[in-house]
């Protein structure tokens, strides 16, 4: 079992950044592909970018390309979303997920989520 814990969210106006912190602990593993997902209210949640074990492979959603990064540390068991010049619309609930795929595609193929933290975007 891996257990992942979400941080970082909070309240910001448009433009501004932030950066969320996922940790993973338990049977962790520094091979797991790492991704980031995001769900607003009454909408489905959301791909927003993934990162391979090696930190070399990133994928984003078209969305957020150009203004959010994902980054890993496998010493500390952490992977990390830096969020720049955010937009109302990235308001949502985020999620951290763990995959043993190599390239996971869609949100059933992660085998392990945290539970969210929120972000929300002001005009």
């Known amino acids: 079992q891996v257990q992942l814990v979400e941080s970082g969210g909070g309240a910001v106006q448009a433009g501004d950044s932030l950066r969320l912190s996922c940790a993973a602990s338990g049977r962790t593993s520094s091979s797991y592909t790492m991704g980031w997902f995001r769900q607003a209210p009454g909408k489905e949640r959301e791909f927003v970018a993934r990162?391979?074990?090696?930190?070399?492979?990133?994928y984003y959603a078209d969305s957020v390309k150009g203004r959010f990064t994902i980054s890993r540390d496998n010493a500390k068991n952490t992977v990390y979303l830096q969020m720049n010049s955010l937009k109302p619309e990235d308001t949502a609930v985020y999620y951290c997920a763990a995959s043993a795929r190599v390239v996971p595609i869609t949100a059933v193929q992660y085998n392990y989520w945290g539970q969210g933290t929120q972000v929300t975007v002001s005009s």
């Open positions: 990162i391979s074990w090696s930190d070399i492979n990133t």
